[in-house]
């Protein structure tokens, strides 16, 4: 079995991996895998600027594939990769611009084992390039590019696109085996101050549990001409369209005492033996690479299911709720307040205290709005609706206040722990019939000769007000 470990820009030797490499090969054997290690280094194709996109890196890696490991016919080798942080998106990226949909099946690459990758962004990438180049637990001193760093932000549009077209992947038909094992263990050696995220629950330090989840769910919500009852007057409902979309199973699995890099507890790094026993992470991704079919994806999913269990006993679930607000123009909508509502009542304040993590607004798209909420305290008081709030709320143009209630619907049910939840959210853009007027010409010009020599203006429309009244029209 050909292994690829992919190795980034701010990589110069194979320390980044520690010896999780030799120690893979040392050990496969007791899973009856003969594994041969090869590295590709992305740093000596690309130039890492700001220039550069997830994408670039992508194309980037498709030569490297080529030079590295060509199968003899001008194509590429079968091989299995195991990437870190950000190299999990580059793969995905590069798997989904060469074998999307139908062409999966024609992919070279059988196992893909993801270690603590940053599938839905990472929260300090808000921080900035020259801030988190500093982070030791993430770029070692080295700058991002800010293209790379954009897709690395919370909600990015980038990231959003590449999970909308993972849903119609079929992994384990085509054999292609997906995997994502992270730690949630914070190590305070490699905390600087810079940030309260490096100590945030349920992350290890970089990338939080539910960013790293290649499981999420995806659904849109509709504003309907129903009005209800709210202590927000005119309040519309929202209603689902289509269905809630989930992937293909990916199996996942949280590592104990791992956090994302260092000596002492990285998910990679920390391996410092090719005969250690006491790093449960090179035993798990050995037992991913023996998956071979259906039923094998199947069980490992199962056996990480009980780890992530057996990790988490005794601490906190978190979920991540990623919000896109727009119209049904088209336009994305930048001015709002979105509550998040509890209890039979659908109040705000009937949610349990201390669920509410953290918020972040996607810098480049303002319209998308991430809440970082305590799974296991949001359930406790149910989360039963959200409200938007949307600006401007008269006028013109104008936007309704919205609820989304799950009547007969508990959203507890859709919002899993260590996930994201995606839910685009399509408000009605409403415009007042006096933005547009026709009347009559009342008085007859006076002309002369065929021209105009006397007009009266009989109606002015300087000061005029929206009439409240909605077109009714689309």
């Not at 391996?271 to 798990?284: C, D, G, I, R």
């Amino acid at each position: 079995m050909l292994v690829i470990f992919i190795h980034g820009w701010s990589v110069v030797d194979t320390s980044a991996y520690g010896l999780l490499p030799e120690a893979l090969a040392e050990q496969a054997d007791q899973y009856k895998l003969k594994i041969e290690i090869k590295h590709i280094w992305l740093g000596r194709y690309i130039s890492f600027n700001d220039e550069v996109s997830v994408a670039d890196v992508a194309r980037a890696f498709h030569d490297a594939l080529h030079d590295q490991i060509p199968n003899g016919v001008g194509g590429i080798a079968d091989f299995s990769c195991i990437t870190h942080s950000t190299g999990g998106p580059v793969v995905r990226e590069w798997l989904n611009r060469f074998y999307m949909g139908s062409l999966l099946s024609q992919s070279p690459l059988r196992h893909l084992v993801m270690l603590a990758p940053a599938n839905h962004g990472s929260p300090l990438a808000a921080l900035g390039k020259q801030r988190v180049g500093r982070i030791k637990a993430w770029f070692s001193g080295v700058e991002p590019g800010q293209r790379i760093l954009d897709w690395l932000s919370l909600g990015s549009h980038q990231q959003i696109a590449l999970a909308q077209s993972y849903l119609t992947y079929k992994p384990a038909e085509n054999k292609f085996f997906p995997f994502v094992l992270t730690g949630q263990t914070i190590d305070k050696k490699l905390y600087d101050f810079v940030n309260n995220y490096l100590v945030e629950a349920g992350s290890d330090g970089v990338v939080r549990v539910a960013c790293a989840n290649l499981n999420y769910s995806m659904i849109k919500l509709v504003e309907e001409k129903v009005a209800h009852d709210s202590d927000e007057k005119k309040a519309r409902l929202l209603e689902v369209e289509g269905e809630l979309q989930r992937p293909s199973l990916a199996p996942f699995g949280v590592i104990p005492g791992a956090s994302h890099s260092g000596k002492d507890k990285g998910i990679m790094r920390s391996v410092l033996s090719a005969k250690s026993k006491n790093k449960p992470q090179v035993t798990e991704i050995l037992k991913c690479l023996t998956v071979n079919n259906q039923a094998d994806y199947t069980n490992r999913g199962k056996e990480l299911e009980i780890l992530t269990q057996e990790s988490q006993k005794g601490t906190h679930r978190y979920v991540m709720l990623v919000f896109i607000i727009k119209d049904d123009q088209g336009d994305p909508v930048n001015d709002y307040d979105l509550l998040l509502l509890g209890g039979d009542s659908h109040n705000p304040n009937k949610l349990t205290k201390g669920f509410f993590v953290d918020r972040q607004q996607n810098a480049a798209h303002p319209n998308h709005l991430i809440y970082y909420v305590d799974y296991d305290l949001v359930i406790k008081n149910k989360l039963t609706g959200f409200r938007v709030i949307a600006r401007p709320a008269d006028g013109f143009v104008f936007y309704h206040v919205v609820e989304y209630r799950a009547n007969g619907l508990n959203i507890n049910d859709l919002i899993k722990p260590n996930e994201t939840f995606y839910v685009e959210i399509q408000l009605h853009r409403c415009v007042d019939k006096n933005v547009f007027r026709m009347d009559n010409a009342s008085d007859p010009k006076l002309r002369k000769e065929g021209f105009l020599i006397k007009s009266e203006t009989r109606h002015s429309f300087e000061n005029l007000e929206p009439s409240k009244e909605e077109i009714n029209k689309s």
